[in-house]
């Protein structure tokens, strides 16, 4: 998979770095998330993202994720709340009038509220992540992207243990739809961290 990041990401540097005029990457969002469970209960809880251009092809992406769910350990039931923070550096091309190739690379942080010992859900960790993807805005109201990505964090015990592959891979796909020259709705379904995950989320661009 690294192999394959690599290989996408000088791909993209030969793309000529001609900003897209149909595709805002100065943003604001809020969004819900949920995934499912693993040895837990479904897991809930929401999003902010904030983008901001750098430079024409260049652009400063920070998160903030916040999960919770009901883990079962020893005979015990806790509400443990996961939270997660990246701060990302990203490159956009233009492949053409309405479609992007993106890429990112950031560091990534980790905490988790420490209720029940030895449970599979909750980490403190760090490390760095990538992503590439592709943005597509094909009509005034419609936008898609899709993406894949890799993180270098040891998830051993923030998924199911018993299950637990040592894949750090994610990847998903989003659907866009412009309520007018700044609003917008999102749906984002995907593979991540914590499972299989869908994400609503309102954004607003700068």
Do not use: C, P
């Amino acid at each position: 998979m690294k192999k394959i990041l690599l290989g996408m990401a000088l791909a993209a540097a030969s793309l000529g770095a001609t900003a897209n005029d149909k595709l805002n990457y100065s943003y604001t969002q809020f969004g819900l998330i949920h995934s499912a469970g693993e040895l837990t209960s479904d897991k809930s809880g929401y999003n902010f993202d904030i983008s901001l251009d750098w430079t024409d092809t260049f652009y400063i992406r920070t998160t903030y994720n916040t999960q919770s769910a009901d883990v079962w350990a020893s005979d015990q039931v806790a509400d443990v709340d996961a939270t997660e923070f990246s701060l990302n550096l990203g490159f956009h091309g233009a492949m053409t009038r309405s479609t992007d190739f993106f890429a990112e690379l950031g560091y990534l942080k980790q905490d988790a509220s420490d209720v029940i010992s030895q449970t599979t859900y909750g980490n403190d960790e760090d490390g760095f992540q990538a992503k590439l993807g592709l943005r597509n805005r094909w009509s005034a109201n419609w936008e898609y992207s899709i993406f894949a990505g890799y993180r270098d964090i040891d998830l051993s015990s923030y998924v199911d243990a018993a299950r637990y592959e040592d894949d750090d891979t994610i990847y998903g796909a989003e659907l866009r739809y412009y309520l007018g020259k700044s609003w917008s709705l999102g749906l984002t379904v995907g593979e991540e961290a914590t499972g299989e995950t869908a994400q609503l989320n309102i954004r607003f661009d700068l």
